[in-house]
């Protein structure tokens, strides 16, 4: 292939942007001083390059057959048109995830789609170069449909409820290098939410799980579907904000419909079917009865300190980079820490996750999702720790269970 004279430009900028933040990188690592506002730019410049030769069409995302995007080196249509290379990746995609499309034209829709997601994958990887990006089982939505089917948290809460329910502030200077409440028996097996916008129970659920883990000595599996079904409390600051099934909630009010209702059932009780239906709750099948909930301080060595303290903790965050996330320690260089709109589970922290943006080994959360074990990390996902990443510190709770 002959290359045009802006693309040799592009590929020599590109080729020494690596060089001078390599060299930067080692020279750092070695005690010398480093300028990090030329690090910084030679990232920017780097990704801008990036995006540029996509818009020129000047790459082409190769996926090996493990999903990830493992090179960018030929011409990627924006067009989306139905290449050979891209109908293979997607009939592969299909097999591999049980799609079934009822139509041709619902097909040829899919997989534009599947295109586009292929570009959004690449370009994550540029702007979060610290973990793998690439095809996931959700590669075949639009962005308005991962969101509305696998988010689900009313992002209008964040930060404290009132003075009465925030934790008290603990010591954080004898805190653990490293923390794993899977490791100490805490955490239940990872579930899967569906095409249900269930995320707030899952977290709910998960949450309460661990606390109860911590009172009683016994890990129970605990029912989302009894929340979908019965709880349709409301924030008291907006009466508006209210649990609605599977079309979003917050698990603030859930811990107040819990207080309220009694407790909750045990999942082999109350099976989770992804539908909302009728209540069936039987109070006197309740396995856990939460007493108290507590919000924790936004700075994040006192949601550690509060890990390890009162048992894994519900949080919320946003769910920008985690449609094509694979593996890694996630460090978007942009992600909004406004827009929450995705319930999580914090089980742990590790102090040693590379992040080359941020100069050498940096500390990561470890969180619980609610999409299986298909996505992700085995159904985790690693989030760069200590920088608000994604808003993850504005929406963050503890339960207190009746022993």
Same mark, same amino acid.
């Given at each position: 292939?002959?290359?045009?004279?802006?693309?040799?430009?592009?590929?020599?900028?590109?080729?020494?942007?690596?060089?001078?933040?390599?060299?930067?990188?080692?020279?750092?690592?070695?005690?010398?001083?480093?300028?990090l506002l030329v690090l910084a730019g030679c990232m920017f410049l780097l990704v801008i390059?990036?995006?540029?030769?996509?818009?020129?069409?000047?790459?082409?995302?190769?996926?090996?057959?493990?999903?990830?995007?493992?090179?960018?080196?030929?011409?990627?249509?924006?067009?989306?048109?139905?290449?050979?290379?891209?109908?293979?990746?997607?009939?592969k995609f299909i097999v591999e995830h049980g799609k079934v499309y009822s139509t041709i034209e619902e097909y040829v829709r899919r997989l534009r789609i599947f295109e586009k997601n292929l570009l959004k994958a690449a370009e994550n990887q540029a702007l979060d170069p610290t973990a793998v990006h690439g095809i996931t089982p959700f590669s075949d939505l639009t962005e308005y449909e991962f969101e509305s089917r696998y988010t689900g948290l009313?992002?209008?809460?964040?930060?404290?409820?009132?003075?009465?329910?925030? =934790?008290?502030?603990?010591?954080?200077?004898?805190?653990? +290098? *490293? !923390?794993?409440?899977?490791? &100490?028996?805490?955490?239940t097996e990872v579930k899967t939410q569906g095409?249900?916008?269930?995320?707030? =129970?899952?977290?709910?659920?998960?949450?309460?799980?661990? +606390? *109860? !883990?911590?009172?009683?000595? &016994?890990?129970?599996?605990?029912?989302?579907?009894?929340?979908?079904?019965?709880?349709?409390?409301?924030?008291?600051?907006?009466?508006?904000?209210?649990?609605?099934?599977?079309?979003?909630?917050l698990m603030t009010n859930a811990y107040n419909y819990l207080m309220e209702a009694g407790g909750i059932e045990e999942a082999k009780n109350y099976p989770y079917t992804g539908v909302q239906g009728d209540c069936k709750f039987n109070p006197d099948l309740a396995a856990v009865k939460a007493i108290n909930f507590t919000t924790v301080n936004l700075d994040e060595k006192q949601i550690a300190a509060n890990l390890v303290k009162h048992g894994p903790l519900a949080v919320g965050l946003n769910a920008a980079f985690m449609q094509t996330y694979i593996g890694g320690v996630s460090?978007?260089?942009?992600?909004?820490?406004?827009f929450i709109n995705h319930g999580v589970l914090l089980v742990g922290y590790g102090h040693k996750g590379f992040a080359l943006l941020r100069l050498g080994y940096r500390p990561y959360w470890i969180i619980k999702n609610s999409w299986g074990k298909r996505w992700g990390e085995h159904g985790y996902y690693k989030l760069c720790r200590g920088h608000g990443e994604c808003g993850m510190n504005k929406m963050v709770s503890a339960v207190i269970p009746a022993r």
């Open positions: 292939m002959v290359w045009s004279d802006t693309q040799s430009l592009i590929f020599a900028f590109r080729v020494a942007s690596f060089a001078v933040i390599s060299i930067l990188i080692i020279s750092s690592m070695a005690g010398y001083n480093t300028n390059s990036t995006q540029i030769s996509f818009s020129l069409g000047l790459d082409n995302g190769r996926v090996s057959e493990g999903g990830f995007i493992a090179q960018v080196t030929e011409k990627f249509n924006r067009e989306h048109l139905l290449n050979l290379r891209s109908k293979t990746l997607f009939d009313l992002g209008v809460r964040q930060g404290l409820v009132n003075e009465k329910q925030t =934790a008290e502030i603990l010591p954080v200077d004898d805190l653990p +290098a *490293n !923390f794993d409440w899977r490791e &100490k028996g805490a955490v095409n249900c916008g269930s995320c707030w =129970a899952f977290s709910t659920t998960g949450v309460v799980e661990g +606390a *109860n !883990f911590l009172a009683t000595g &016994k890990l129970l599996n605990l029912s989302e579907q009894q929340l979908i079904d019965c709880d349709h409390k409301c924030d008291p600051l907006n009466t508006k904000a209210c649990d609605n099934g599977c079309h979003g909630g460090c978007p260089l942009i992600c909004s820490k406004r």
